[in-house]
């Protein structure tokens, strides 16, 4: 049965507790809560009408090839991009320090073998960044040899590297020197930027930006997933996926875009809550050109 936000409005309004409940959150989420059968808002699961307009428009704005907007957080997200790369047999290299979406994604579910890169941590407990000797090749390639022997000589013996961008302590990477490191040992690196996502809008922080980045058809590909609602503008959920890969489109490694699509509507609902998605195609506006850089300059000058 269809039920459109109209309409559980008038179901709520029944009853004192769903009177309140509605009075709280004011008659515009009801009427935003729409059916996704009606054909005008466009298709979120296969990226139709509005919605591929909205998310074409983000992937302007962040410098990615393709974005996709995620509506159940970062946690899926990880988890699309993961399901989409990596299968039994394949090698990842891990930064011990990511979410327990990418385990949970890329060890559990896809079944791939871990290569982990040692996070450090200081006496009190705050998280810092990865060793610097784990990002010597022969360093890596002596890991391979420990589990699975028959790929260490291997041109990319990694299908994927996943690196959490900004830990939740307030390390984070310069993304070149990563690339330029492990790049050409990797086929993908997924980004987690969870914690980040500003960092491209600060000219002062370019290098730490994976979507800033210019590469060629020697590098890896590049995901990198945001949770908008913490650094950016958008509700709890509201995510995004920026695919930023085609320097590679046409050799064998280039996750195209039905595979990785495959992998998204696994995780994502066919009930989808609008005023999310409305969110993100909001906060894509927020950041074009100009007035991307004017909220971050007005929080960093207030914080002084």
Not at 129 to 155: K, N
Not at 159 to 167: F, H, S, W
Not at 244 to 258: E, V
Not at 268 to 294: C, M, Q, V, W
Request: proline share 4%.
């Amino acid at each position: 049965m269809l039920v459109r936000g109209t309409s559980m409005a008038s179901f709520f309004r029944k009853h004192p507790a769903g009177r309140h409940f509605y009075d709280f959150f004011g008659e515009n989420l009801f009427r935003a809560d729409m059916c996704n059968a009606d054909v005008k808002l466009g298709d979120l699961l296969i990226h139709e009408g509005s919605a591929k307009h909205a998310q074409k428009f983000a992937a302007k704005v962040f410098n990615a090839d393709k974005t996709y907007f995620v509506l159940n957080g970062t946690s899926a997200a990880n988890k699309v991009v993961t399901n989409a790369l990596l299968t039994r047999g394949d090698l990842v290299l891990f930064d011990r320090n990511n979410h327990k979406s990418n385990h949970h994604g890329a060890l559990i579910q896809a079944g791939a073998t871990p290569v982990y890169l040692e996070a450090a941590r200081n006496p009190f407990g705050f998280i810092g960044g990865i060793d610097a000797h784990c990002f010597d090749e022969t360093y890596l390639r002596d890991q391979i040899r420990d589990v699975m022997p028959e790929s260490a000589d291997a041109s990319r013996p990694f299908r994927l590297a996943i690196i959490q961008l900004g830990t939740y302590d307030g390390t984070i990477y310069n993304a070149r020197q990563v690339v330029d490191k492990i790049g050409h040992l990797c086929d993908y690196i997924l980004f987690d930027s969870a914690w980040v996502g500003y960092e491209q809008f600060i000219n002062m922080m370019a290098d730490t930006s994976p979507l800033r980045l210019e590469l060629n058809e020697n590098d890896p590909g590049i995901f990198v997933t945001q949770s908008v609602h913490k650094q950016q503008a958008g509700f709890s959920q509201t995510s995004q996926i920026h695919k930023k890969d085609n320097h590679i489109r046409g050799q064998a490694r280039f996750c195209p875009h039905k595979r990785l699509n495959n992998a998204f509507m696994l995780h994502a609902s066919t009930s989808p809550f609008y005023p999310l998605f409305a969110a993100l195609d909001i906060n894509a506006k927020i950041h074009e050109g100009e007035s991307g850089r004017r909220p971050v300059g007005g929080v960093r000058c207030a914080g002084h």
